[in-house]
């Protein structure tokens, strides 16, 4: 099994540049990176057509330059719009400018988009005959606020385009660290330099960067820089999954209980029950705060249903608080009960409203590394007492404080959950589609976050494995056709079991697991 792919912030980024430029020239580099892309564009980009590059006023554009006149020698149909004055390029875009016109690139110099919006609206050309794609070096890592003036506009008209859009680094106006984006070109697909960007897969850097490849320019690592967040893959927790030795039995697999289900609310706990049954946890007990629990589950009469307070807290690995729960004064004393000084074996999963009644907790449970807290942005913003823009601006930073303040594994849900640890460890999970934007899904994730919980898995891992097969499974069902519109909740439990099943025969299979 391959090794987690690093995710680098900006800063990291620009020291592994910084450690490159002490040992050869930067426009070496950037000669690096425009070649990467030459490569990529000539297998990705359709033929047949001319390739518009589209060059900024930073080394982004270099890099558009460097790659447009590889291709262009290479006999390949290319355009480059310049949307900068050439004599005021950095030295290595200058440079890669300078090249372009010797190699009789055919170029355009248009008007510098300006930084606040003129009068009039900034209009592009008319795009060239026969374009077949668009290359985007408008703007890198180098961006440093959201994108102003004209530059929004060229931003639109570029994305109106009836084209594929390959971006170079990073979709020009992307945030690469927080995935932040007002206005952004909308790619196809997008090679960035170096190594990846936590930006390409949080917030809405999904929708921008289209598929995400990465060259890592054969640039090592320079001593002082490590990665401090890794993309959520297999490799970050398949050692850490449930062995099923054949001498077991069902009290090998944990005891699970999920809380939750005040009156009118009988499903949530359920389909997280359901969920965790199908990640094999042993016995999955569902206590119910609503006066008349269902007497049993039809779809699944394995699963044991009572009143919350039938629950042997005592006997249970694993406590999922919240799905259906409420904030009434049957869900308060299961929070008390998480205060210090009250013994527990059981690790627990918090989520929905066991989250809000935690941000309204005067003094917070006693959480540790092995409980998991899983909020959706606005759960998130209350747990912090701030508010859900200031959440999504920063994501991880988000994720980091929530696990900080509450001692507890967090998993701030969205378009590329972000998963942080207490120790500081942060990872953001690749896998899921905007199918899993609907009710339900939370519960489910709960639950299987607490059937691995209940059988053994530490936090960190349970929760990394949760969010991938949770995201795996929705992808398989939208590539079976269920979705992306009207998949429901439900329906994920099976999915993950199969993708579940797939990664143990792959790790079985895999020598090093
Ligand atoms: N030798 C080199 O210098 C290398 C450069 N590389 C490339 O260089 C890029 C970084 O280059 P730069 O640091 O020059 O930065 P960029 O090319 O990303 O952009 C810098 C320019 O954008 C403008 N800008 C910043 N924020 C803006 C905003 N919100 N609205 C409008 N304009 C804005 C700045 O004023 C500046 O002119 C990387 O992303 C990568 O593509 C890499 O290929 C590695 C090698
Ligand atoms: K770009």
Redesign the pocket.
């Known amino acids: 099994m391959d090794t987690p792919t690093p995710l680098y912030l900006t800063r990291q980024i620009r020291a592994i540049?910084a450690a490159a430029f002490q040992r050869e020239p930067?426009?070496a580099?950037?000669t690096r990176?425009g070649r990467a892309a030459a490569r990529w564009l000539d297998g990705v980009a359709p033929g047949g057509g001319t390739l518009l590059f589209v060059a900024?006023?930073?080394?982004?554009?270099?890099?558009a330059l460097v790659a447009a006149t590889m291709l262009h020698r290479a006999g390949r149909a290319v355009r480059v719009w310049l949307l900068a004055p050439p004599e005021r390029l950095?030295a290595?875009?200058s440079q890669a400018w300078h090249d372009a016109c010797v190699a009789k690139v055919p170029t355009d110099i248009l008007p510098p988009p300006a930084?606040a919006a003129g009068m009039a609206p900034y209009v592009l050309p008319a795009f060239p005959p026969r374009m077949s794609a668009i290359v985007d070096g408008l703007?890198?890592?180098?961006?440093?606020?959201?994108?102003?003036?004209d530059?929004v506009t060229v931003i639109e008209q570029l994305n109106h385009a009836p084209v594929p859009r390959f971006a170079?680094?990073?979709p020009s106006g992307l945030q690469a660290d927080t995935g932040v984006a007002q206005q952004a070109i909308r790619a196809t697909a997008t090679l960035t330099?170096?190594g990846a960007k936590p930006g390409l897969y949080t917030g809405q850097g999904r929708d921008f960067a289209g598929t995400v490849s990465t060259d890592d320019?054969g640039l090592p690592l320079p001593d002082g820089v490590t990665a401090e967040i890794m993309l959520n893959e297999p490799a970050c927790f398949a050692h850490a999954l449930p062995a099923r030795l054949h001498a077991s039995h069902k009290g090998s697999f944990g005891n699970l209980a999920i809380i939750g289900g005040d009156a009118g609310m009988c499903g949530a706990p359920l389909l997280g029950a359901r969920a965790a049954l199908r990640l094999g946890a042993g016995r999955v007990h569902v206590g119910f705060l609503n006066d008349a629990p269902p007497a049993f589950d039809v779809q699944h009469p394995e699963l044991m249903l009572r009143a919350a307070s039938q629950i042997d807290r005592a006997a249970m690995d694993a406590i999922v608080l919240g799905p259906g729960m409420g904030q009434g004064t049957r869900a308060q004393p299961w929070l008390d009960l998480l205060n210090a000084g009250t013994p527990r074996t059981a690790r627990h999963v918090l989520d929905a409203d066991a989250l809000n009644l935690l941000a309204q907790a005067r003094t917070p449970p006693h959480l540790n590394e092995q409980d998991v807290l899983t909020p959706h942005p606005l759960e998130a913003a209350r747990l912090l007492s701030g508010n859900i823009a200031m959440v999504q601006t920063d994501r991880l930073a988000a994720a980091r404080a929530l696990s900080k303040r509450y001692g507890a594994v967090s998993v701030l849900k969205g378009s590329g959950t972000v998963v942080a640890a207490p120790d500081g460890r942060l990872a953001i999970n690749p896998t899921g589609n905007a199918a899993l934007a609907t009710a339900g899904t939370g519960d489910v994730l709960a639950g299987m976050t607490g059937a691995l919980l209940a059988q053994g898995m530490p936090g960190w891992e349970a929760a990394l494995a949760a969010v991938w097969l949770h995201g795996a499974a929705a992808d398989r069902l939208v590539a079976q056709g269920a979705g992306m519109a009207g998949l429901a909740a439900g329906d994920l439990a099976c999915a993950a079991r199969a993708v579940y099943r797939e990664l143990v025969e792959l790790m079985q299979g895999s020598p090093g697991l």
Do not use: C, H
């Not at 703007?139 to 003036?149: D, F, N, P, T």
């Open positions: 540049e930067s426009y580099v950037m990176a900024g006023p930073g080394n982004n554009g270099g890099d950095p290595d875009a930084p703007l890198g890592i180098g961006l440093s606020r959201a994108v102003e003036g530059l170079l680094d990073i330099f170096i320019l």
